[in-house]
């Protein structure tokens, strides 16, 4: 009797493709770099799917003003899957795409070596993980930042001959738009601009004149709210006297790009009768006077600002503002700054007790107890979302998200809430005792 045969299927073939993303970044918000935005997205999307042996895992697009890590959201978004270890390769069209500052490419470089990524600059035709690829990358990374240092020094020196000629740097000015190198007027904006000089001169503060120019459905120079600082900012600026003083501020150097108040380290240039003026020389110096008569009657000894653990980590996810600390009758919590000042109607977030926040804090930290010194080393900044959701984003691009649970009826309750409870019901079973006593 012949034997029976098995046949035992072949295991099923494991994959071995390569995941791969693609970094992309324009440095401006104009319109034609964000179709150059998009355009680079679709050429890579289509670039990794015509690959067999790669696995598309996607594109992060930045569109940025600098080439600074911090300031690309996408770009932190990228290193943390990297360090997820759920990427294998990354493709960009060069090194000054990826970063302008040859520490941080080489060091971001040698970050996602140690994590096995592999980085591939198209133009250069480099791959990180060859044996000569982080020496190229030195050599051409410098020659980046040269370039760099080199295209900022020639904007500066054609700024320092605009302000020597008395042209304006800022066009963004309600009553005026910057025209061939010249303020002109716009007749409707100016008239605003008056307004706001009038009323508060006859007496209204900043808030009074921004709720008036709310409620009145007047939009400010972007179609946003009104608010007092912007009015401040209008009621100093001495450019609707119709003339200038150039190189208030200036750049610190073409790396960090951050903008210093020139205190003094450069030359200051004031230019008569550059443009035409909407608020004459008197009226401007009176509002200044007044500013300066109302500032003195709240001159306070200054004492120092009070911060507490959460202070400036907490950011409100619909309206962006930063949450303070508040004591209530069931103790601290934290709160929206634009709940807080405007109402629910600006700004529909919750407040968050202080003692969950520490509870959940901790539980992230992996910690028992809550810890402010470890709070501070490892996390930058904590968003604040609906449904109780808390983002935390640590220094190092990682991100944990987490749930917090509102607190029972019975928890809110103080000692002193509790005993008024108990004399109210007490009256209501027995007001003839009450009565009698």
């Not at 890590?69 to 978004?77: L, M, Y």
């Not at 042209?167 to 010249?182: D, H, Q, V």
């Not at 009074?208 to 009145?216: C, F, G, H, Q, S």
């Not at 402010?372 to 959701?389: M, P, Q, T, Y």
Request: charged letters at 25%.
């Amino acid at each position: 009797m012949p034997r029976a045969i098995t046949i035992i299927p072949k295991p099923p073939k494991l994959d071995n493709k390569k995941r791969v993303a693609a970094y992309a970044r324009v440095s401006s918000g104009k319109d034609a770099m964000l179709h150059s935005l998009s355009a680079q997205v679709s050429y890579y999307s289509d670039l990794i799917q015509k690959h067999d042996d790669w696995l598309y895992v996607g594109v992060y697009a930045d569109e940025a003003k600098t080439g600074t890590k911090d300031s690309r959201a996408d770009f932190q978004r990228l290193i943390a899957d990297c360090r997820a270890r759920k990427i294998d390769i990354v493709i960009t069209k060069s090194i000054s795409r990826f970063a302008r500052n040859t520490v941080t490419l080489l060091q971001t470089v040698r970050d996602f070596k140690a994590w096995g990524v592999d980085i591939f600059f198209e133009e250069q035709n480099i791959h990180t993980q060859s044996s000569d690829g982080e020496l190229m990358m030195t050599i051409l990374a410098s020659y980046a930042q040269e370039e760099s240092r080199s295209a900022s020094e020639n904007q500066k020196w054609r700024i320092k001959r605009n302000f020597e000629e008395g042209m304006p740097w800022n066009g963004a000015m309600l009553g005026y738009r910057l025209k061939n190198g010249r303020y002109e007027i716009i007749p409707e904006e100016a008239e605003l601009v008056r307004r706001i000089y009038t009323e508060y001169l006859s007496g209204d503060g900043y808030l009074t004149i921004a709720k008036r120019l709310n409620e009145d459905g007047i939009p400010s120079r972007f179609g946003k709210q009104w608010g007092q600082s912007v009015i401040s900012k209008i009621l100093s600026n001495y450019t609707y006297t119709g003339n200038l003083i150039l190189q208030k501020t200036f750049r610190e150097n073409h790396i960090t790009k951050k903008t210093i108040i020139n205190n003094g380290e450069l030359p200051k240039y004031h230019a008569e009768d550059a443009h035409d003026a909407i608020i004459d020389l008197a009226t401007f110096q009176a509002v200044q006077a007044e500013k300066a008569r109302r500032a003195a009657r709240f001159i306070k000894k200054p004492t120092p600002k009070k911060t507490y653990p959460f202070t400036s980590l907490l950011v409100c996810d619909s309206c962006g503002k930063n949450y303070r600390r508040k004591v209530t009758r069931t103790g601290p919590v934290w709160v929206c700054g634009t709940f807080n000042s405007q109402g629910k109607a600006a700004c529909a977030s919750k407040q968050i007790p202080e003692e969950t926040l520490q509870k959940v804090t901790a539980e992230v930290l992996g910690q028992a107890d809550f810890s402010e010194a470890l709070l501070h080393r490892l996390i930058k900044s904590i968003l604040v979302c609906s449904g109780n959701v808390l983002i935390f984003r640590f220094f190092d691009g990682s991100e944990f998200t987490r749930i917090w649970q509102d607190r029972s009826r019975s928890q809110s309750w103080t000692d002193e809430m509790k005993a008024a409870a108990r004399q109210k019901a007490l009256e209501r079973r027995n007001p003839k005792c009450l009565k009698s006593q």
